[in-house]
């Protein structure tokens, strides 16, 4: 892992983004992991940026969401394809054909994921992975558990992650409690990986994720054993474990 730490959101929000737009750079056709939720709307803004500034392009690029909520309208403003169309898809030239995100409304889940790992499989490998981190150590929706899931698949998201989603709702009641994500081994298979963490009340679990041990009950704590990881954070950590 290498941990690049900035004294503003701002500063990282422009690095990641500087990042993202090296890879499509230096390879057009680039696969790209995309995240949601409030961690990455900053550096989406930073990409759009450049691309209005005529100096990117991302005709040949292709798309692959982490995850999306279960029984959301797409519709729906809170539904993870309504965030990426609102905050990047609409601003910038990607095809729409070229842009996936698991549909949480499919009649059967389980063949929708293994729709989604065998367009991954065929389309890959992502060049670049962006990911969040949750309260609890989750990436994607991987939660906590004994046990994770290699591939794509159907979760039943924990009570603190649905709390912690519902300042984009109206009420508990609204947040869905199932979501489909890429499994870790997906997510693993990317060639590189940027963890990008914001907030200081997130130094705990990044610094389990990068010093602790690697358990399932801090999934993100496995990216130690990716050979390329990125985190770029604003919080007051040390990265301790030499490699």
């Known amino acids: ?30 696969v790209l992991g995309m995240a ?14 450049t691309y209005q500034q005529g100096l990117i392009s991302f005709k040949e690029a292709r798309t692959f969401n982490l995850d999306e909520y279960v029984g959301l309208p797409v519709t729906h403003p809170e539904s993870y394809r309504a965030f990426m169309q609102r905050n990047l898809f609409d601003h910038i030239d990607i095809k729409p054909e070229n842009t996936h995100v ?18 991954l499989y065929q389309q890959g490998p992502v060049d670049l992975q962006l990911l969040g981190i949750g309260h609890n150590g989750h990436i994607g929706f991987n939660e906590p558990d004994t046990e ?36 870790m081994g997906t997510i693993m ?44 954070t604003d919080c007051d950590v040390q990265y301790k474990v030499s490699h």
């Open 1 to 30: 892992m290498i941990l690049h730490k900035f004294k503003t959101q701002a500063d990282l929000d422009r690095a990641a983004a500087d990042l993202i737009i090296s890879v499509v750079r230096s390879k057009t056709n680039a």
């Open 36 to 49: 949601t939720g409030g961690t990455p709307v900053g550096l989406y803004k930073e990409i759009v940026k």
């Open 102 to 119: 698991p549909n949480g409304n499919a009649p059967d889940i389980d063949a929708e994921c293994r729709r989604y790992d065998e367009m």
């Open 148 to 183: 994770l899931s290699r591939f794509t698949y159907k979760v039943t998201l924990k009570e603190d992650t649905r709390e912690a989603n519902k300042r984009f709702f109206n009420s508990l009641d609204e947040v869905p409690t199932h979501a489909v994500t890429m499994g």
């Open 189 to 232: 298979q990317a060639k590189m990986i940027l963890l990008v963490v914001k907030g200081q009340e997130k130094a705990e679990i990044l610094d389990r994720t990068l010093n602790g041990p690697i358990t399932t009950q801090v999934p993100a704590s496995l990216l130690q054993t990716h050979p390329r990881v990125i985190v770029m």
